[in-house]
């Protein structure tokens, strides 16, 4: 059976917030899983006593402390606004047609009377 492919981005247009939802929730449980890795080798580390087992611990132990912290703090995130993206501010493109409501206010307006 032939793979899908997935289809090319051509837009520069916002994901959904359903794929963002869906891409926060896949991050929060990857790390949440490591935490469990985390607390898991440090069981088994402590049953063990290999060498430098303090070395071990203390990194498992940071790892079970930091990683909710953080996969909460990034599961809660939301992507950027559009205006405030970097790759936005550099990559500008000049607009052929001003909005109109801007363009009022920016110059100074000619009258031509066409009555006499």
Request: proline share 9%; net charge positive; aromatic share 4%.
């Amino acid at each position: 059976m032939a793979r899908r492919e997935r289809p090319q981005l051509i837009t520069d247009a916002a994901r959904s917030p359903e794929q963002e939802l869906r891409e926060r929730e896949v991050r929060y449980v990857l790390m949440m899983l490591l935490r469990a890795v985390c607390v898991v080798v440090a069981a088994i580390l402590v049953a063990t006593r290999p060498p430098l087992l303090w070395l071990w611990l203390t990194l498992c132990i940071v790892g079970a402390v930091v990683l909710p912290w953080a996969a909460v703090l990034l599961a809660n995130d939301k992507a950027p606004r559009p205006e405030h993206q970097l790759r936005n501010k550099l990559h500008r493109r000049p607009t052929s047609h001003p909005d109109p409501a801007h363009a009022l206010h920016d110059r100074e307006h000619r009258v031509i009377d066409v009555e006499k």
